[in-house]
């Protein structure tokens, strides 16, 4: 049974800082990773989607890396703003053909002014 | 403009009650999801429906029955409301056709079952 943890669960940096959010899968045979924000009371936003064959995706100042094998992904997120104040969470689908997204709990970012 | 949309956003009511969310997509995806999001805010799928077809049925009770007119809807109904249903409901869709991985989530219907 696939489970997915992200670590911390919640996490508050000052603005500019730059910070890695973790997420790691218990089984390795996934056919994708996708990142999501989740802002209170609204629903979730993709972010970055990693197919299983690729190391990593880039969207402006976030980057997402998957390293299957170990099962673990992170999102590094630089120069952090006050807009990214949200809930970050990592998902995996199982297999090609599966449309299954296990999710994480999430990471709770706080980014101060 | 809005991709995904879910009516209502907020939904308090008692137990015992049947209530309806819905969910429209115009998107043009042919898959569309429910998930339930808990207190713990685990996120889990509920159902999917590609092209008005069931594909998935999580071992949700049966007092859940989605129902899907057309490719662009896909309403939830809930009967005998519990306490345990209390929850934010999401609702996603896919273009499996287009090849597409991302799904692409609506606001969310915040039940709460008094």
């Known amino acids: 049974k696939q489970e997915v943890t992200q670590i911390p669960a919640a996490l508050s940096v000052p603005e500019g800082e730059n910070l890695v959010l973790n997420c790691s899968f218990t089984d390795s045979a996934i056919y994708n990773l996708q990142w999501f924000r989740q802002d209170p009371g609204k629903g979730l936003t993709s972010l970055l989607l990693i197919q299983s064959s690729q190391r990593e995706q880039t969207s402006g100042r976030l980057n997402a890396s998957l390293d299957k094998s170990s099962g673990r992904s992170t999102l590094y997120i630089a120069a952090s703003q006050p807009g990214d104040s949200a809930t970050y969470l990592c998902?995996?689908?199982?297999?090609?053909?599966?449309?299954?997204?296990?999710f994480g709990k999430g990471t709770k970012l706080t980014v101060n002014p | 403009d809005t991709a995904v949309s879910q009516t209502p956003k907020y939904l308090v009511t008692q137990m015992g009650n049947d209530k309806s969310i819905k969910c429209e997509q115009n998107?043009?995806?042919?898959?569309m999801y429910w998930y339930k999001q808990d207190s713990k805010k685990f996120l889990k799928i509920m159902f999917s429906y590609n092209n008005k077809e069931l594909i998935i049925n999580e071992t949700v009770p049966n007092r859940f029955s989605p129902k899907s007119p057309d490719k662009a809807h896909l309403n939830l109904h809930i009967n005998s409301l519990e306490l345990g249903d209390s929850a934010v409901y999401f609702c996603a869709s896919r273009d499996i056709a287009g090849g597409y991985n991302e799904q692409f989530f609506g606001p969310g219907t915040r039940l709460t079952v008094l």
């Open positions: 998107l043009g995806h042919d898959t």
């Open positions: 998902a995996v689908r199982l297999w090609y053909g599966s449309e299954k997204l296990v």
